[in-house]
Every structure is written in C-alpha cells, then in structure tokens.
C-alpha cells in the first residue's frame, strides 16, 4: 500500500497545525459560525444529531494494522470505544468533543491518516473493489490508479469548491464490486488485445433523490490519459453544473439535462487542450506508484497436489465435514484467490443485534492481530460495510475462523439477506427522516437461523433514513427508505435494485409502512420470492422475470394503509 513521502507527511502535519488554530478562535468566538462550517467540513467534521462527527479517510480501502490500531485508540479515548465503518470504505466516530477534534486529527497523521476531504463538494475518497490485486477475476490492480486518483484531486484548486460533493469509484474486475455505475464518475479497467491498459469511462451516476445509473461517455481512454481527462469531465462540470439549487447541483443531474452525449462531446473539446500536456502520466510515474502495491511474499504451491498443499485442503475439507458451523462460514466468508494456496477472507460486522458497519475497539486490536497473524497485517474495508483479511493461506483458515467466533467476526452471511448495508439514521444524523437501526435489527431477529438464510440465497437489503440514500436503498434487491408522515416514521419498500455489473434501480412497491410492520412485509417479499423461483434462481433474477404484481398482490393483500 501506498507510504506518504515526507512532503505527504508535512503536507498533513501543516494541515492539522491549520485546523487546530481555526477551531480555537471559533471557539473563542473570533471565526463566525457560517465561515467555521466551510473549514470543518473540509476537515471531516459534521454536526449530527447529538454530537459532532468526524468522517476518516481511508483511501480506496486500504488499512495496515497499525493503522487499525490507532483508530481503536481512537475510539477509545475520543468516543465510546466504537466506530462505524461507511459505503465510502471510511470510518466514522460519532462522539468526538469538538475541541478535541485537532488532536484526533494529530494522532491519526501520526500513521498516515486524515480526514481531509471526507466532506463538502469537493472529491471525496475514491473507492474500488475490496479484493483489489488478489481478486481471481481481476483484468488489472486498480490501487495503484486509485493512488493517482487521490493525489491528483487532493487540495486540487480548480476544484476546491465544486457546486456540490464529488465521487469516484474504479473497478479492475470482471465482477464490479466498487458500485460504479452509480458514482459521479464510474472507471472501468480494461486491458486490450495488444495489452495496453485504459479505462471505460462512465458520468453521470448517483443515487438521492434523482437516482440515475451513470452513462457510458467514453468506451476506452488510455491509461496515461486518466488524469487530464478527469480534469476536463470536472471543468465542465465545474462551468456548467448547477450552484443555486443544492438538490440539482450534482452532475447527474447536468448530464441527464445535456444528454449524456453533449456532455461527453463537452469534455472531448476541453481534453483537446489538455491532452499530451504536463498531467499526462508518464510511465515512469504510472511504475512509481504501481511500485507501492506489490505483492507479499506469497508461499510457492504447485498447481499439482504438493504434500503442502494437498494435506492441508484434506484437513480443511476434514474440518469442514466435522464442524457446520466452519462449513458455513467457509461457503459464504471466504472467496477465491488469485494465488494458489491463499484465500480471500471477509470478516462481517454484522452480527444479529450489531448495527451494519459498527466495530468496537476491542475487534479493532483483534482484526489486528489477525492481520498480522494471517494476513500481512493488511486490513481492508468494503462498500457493503464490512472487513477483508486479503492474503490468507487456504491451511490457517479453520484457526483464523477460530479465533474470529471469539470476536463475533464470524458470521456466515456475507452476500446474504442480514449482510444489509445501513446508514445511521435517525438515532444520529440530523438530516434523517426515520430510524435504519431499529429497522436492520429487527429483520435480522427475524432471519437469525442460517440455514434460512443459505437457503435462500444471496439477497441485498439496503436501508437509509432519508433521500439522500447513504444506505444506498436504491440498488437493494430489496430497499428500504424512512419517510416522514405528518411527524411519524414511516418506511417505503422498494425491490429490483442492484449495483453490480447488471445495476438497475428498485421500484417502489406501494404505501409506506409503520416501523413494526416492516419484518413483515419481508417475510412476504420473501414468501414470494420462495413460491416463483426456479432452481438456482436468485431473488433477484425471480423478481425481474416474474415482475412486481405478484410482490405488491401478496404484500397488500391485507395490509391496512394510511
């Protein structure tokens, strides 16, 4: 992963100097309250609900375990000895006092951290797939373009102050883990026949309350290309993006309203001047940064069955035969590596009972130790809200599964119905029309048994407590959004969502619902699922070949509605 140089170093050092002094004379009253909000937000500090809370960088996912264990000192001292890890793959702390926030930041730049630009409209942290370099579907690496991304857009003055937040995601693999056909700019690596490396480049995505999945503006932009051709998508954006209306400021919403095709003949006339200019990559800078991402020393396994190798998947398939609850975990938890004789491991957090996302510090020092132990003491977070251990050989699976019960790392529900992706919600952001937490919990008390839920399948449940779809409730195979009833919490139920390579936006089935019907409507939703499928079928293969009548029948059949 990639190591700040000592220009990153004082870079960050000067930047927590700068905020420690601001937030003094605020304090002090010398820094108005509306110029204070500006500074704050660059620095990842929102006013929620209850208290302040600080949003940490964690560039395209990528933690060692010192990293981890900073961030439970954190936790530990700063809050209430939790964080919350976000779709964004950062972390957020939800208690910080506000005067103390500069020495959070101190000690977080103490192991390469920050927590810059994880707020305002400006680029926030770019995102990719959890299994990057490891994946065994992968076409190319995309950290190391992720890295360039990053320091191409940190403290970029041009767009400093953009009409409104900005978010990128890159993908390397034939399965788009990184959700990018819903991003401001979604990238797509591809390698050509000849083997150069270049990008599919699409605009325009977004969820809130005028989802769109982003349109394809450019089928193959060489690799060295990429940052002057994001310079140019961000200039018409920049120049034409709307700043009066803070609901039509997103560039989804300037795309659908040039058309995805003027938009992109816009930037192909402003890429002209920029193109083979001084921000075209070189491929000695493309080597440098790449060169931050190699491999660990990975132990050698014959493709044939060495003694190694062969002993130690008979003692797996042994232990797996034995012990269910191993098996379980083995067939949802752990997927396959590009490397023979290593696994990819997902830790959950979501346990019944957890909110989606949270961590205590005590599981923050256990991941640690775990990726030390396992996993090159590498650590990485995912859009779906949870942990991957990345380098983990195939014969310590049964011990790292262990020692992950002991935690309550070890649910088997990875892809499953209760691995639900939840925003906080009413019980702390002040923009949130309802509760998610209470809602998430209830649907996992329900689908606690996993043989259910391994018998039913992969199934997404997305849950947000406003319009503005932090919990991604749009792309859910099953999505869940709170609304606002004359005071009271109520909750729209919407299905057909998906963010993968098929993305595509959930209807809404009917009416709301009170927050104590919700499990209900699911047992019915599934109900149908479980009546029309086809063997092998997914729900959400079910759902799109029988449509919705036969859900919206079933869930309102007698249902009363307000």
């Known amino acids: 992963m990639y190591k700040y140089n000592r220009y990153d170093q004082q870079l960050i050092d000067e930047r927590v100097a700068q905020f420690r ?92 951290m920050h927590a810059i630009q994880t707020s305002g409209n400006v680029i926030r942290n770019t995102s990719t797939d959890e299994f990057a370099g490891v994946a065994a579907d992968e076409i190319e690496d995309s950290r190391p373009w992720c890295e360039l991304i990053r320091q191409w857009s940190t403290f970029h003055p041009e767009f400093n102050w953009l009409p409104r937040k900005f978010k990128i995601a890159v993908t390397g693999a034939a399965v788009d883990r990184a959700a990018i056909q819903i991003h401001d700019i979604g990238l797509r690596l591809i390698r050509k026949e000849d083997g150069e490396v270049g990008f599919e480049v699409l605009a325009g995505g977004g969820l809130g309350r005028t989802p769109i999945i982003g349109s394809v503006i450019k089928t193959f932009l060489p690799g060295k290309h990429l940052l002057t051709y994001l310079d140019a998508m961000l200039r018409i954006y920049n120049r034409f993006g709307r700043r009066d209306n803070k609901f039509k400021a997103r560039i989804k919403i300037l795309v659908r309203a040039m058309t995805a095709e003027k938009y992109a003949e816009k930037v192909e006339q402003e890429w002209q001047a920029l193109k083979d200019g001084p921000g075209t990559l070189t ?110 050989k195939q014969r310590d699976l049964y011990a790292l599964w262990q020692e992950a019960t002991s935690g309550s790392l070890a649910t088997p529900n990875a892809g499953l119905l209760t691995d639900m992706i939840c925003c906080p919600g009413g019980d702390f952001c002040s923009l949130a029309n309802a509760k998610s937490i209470p809602v998430a919990e209830a649907i996992q008390r329900r689908y606690d048994s996993i043989d259910t839920l391994h018998d039913l399948g992969e199934i997404s449940i997305n849950i947000s407590g406003c319009m503005n779809a932090c919990g991604h409730h749009h792309v859910g195979n099953i999505g869940i959004l709170g609304v606002d009833k004359k005071g009271e919490e109520w909750y729209q139920i919407s299905i057909g969502g998906s963010a993968a390579n098929d993305a595509s936006l959930a209807s809404i089935i009917g009416p709301s619902f009170a927050r104590e019907e919700v499990p209900d409507v699911i047992d019915k939703i599934i109900s149908v699922y479980t009546q029309h499928r086809e063997a092998g079928e997914s729900f959400l293969a079910t759902y799109r070949r029988i449509g919705m009548e036969a859900f919206k029948t079933t869930v309102y059949a007698k249902s009363e509605i307000l």
């Open 283 to 392: 491929e000695a800078e493309i080597n440098r940064v790449s060169a931050c991402f190699t491999h660990p020393e990975y132990e050698t396994f014959s493709a044939e069955k060495s003694t190694t190798a062969y002993s130690a998947q008979s003692a797996t398939d042994a232990r797996i035969a034995d012990d269910s609850g191993f098996a379980a975990w083995q067939r949802r938890n752990v997927k396959p590596h590009k490397v023979p004789g290593y696994a990819i491991v997902i830790l959950s957090l979501k346990p019944t009972g957890v909110p989606p996302g949270d961590v205590t510090d005590t599981q923050m020092l256990q991941i640690a130790d775990l990726a030390d132990k396992y996993s090159f003491g590498e650590v990485r977070t995912t859009h779906e809200q949870n942990l991957v251990l990345a380098d983990v």
């Open 21 to 112: 002094d601001q937030t003094k004379r605020y304090l002090k009253g010398l820094i108005p309250e509306e110029e204070f909000l500006d500074l704050r937000l660059r620095n990842g500090l929102y006013i929620q609900r209850h208290a302040p809370m600080l949003r940490v960088a964690i560039p395209y996912g990528m933690l060692n375990s010192k990293q981890l264990r900073k961030l439970a000192y954190i936790s530990r001292h700063y809050d209430k000895a939790y964080g919350h890890f976000t779709t964004r793959q950062n972390i957020q702390f939800n208690w910080p006092e506000l005067e103390k926030v500069p020495d959070i930041l101190a000690d977080l730049a103490e192991v390469q």
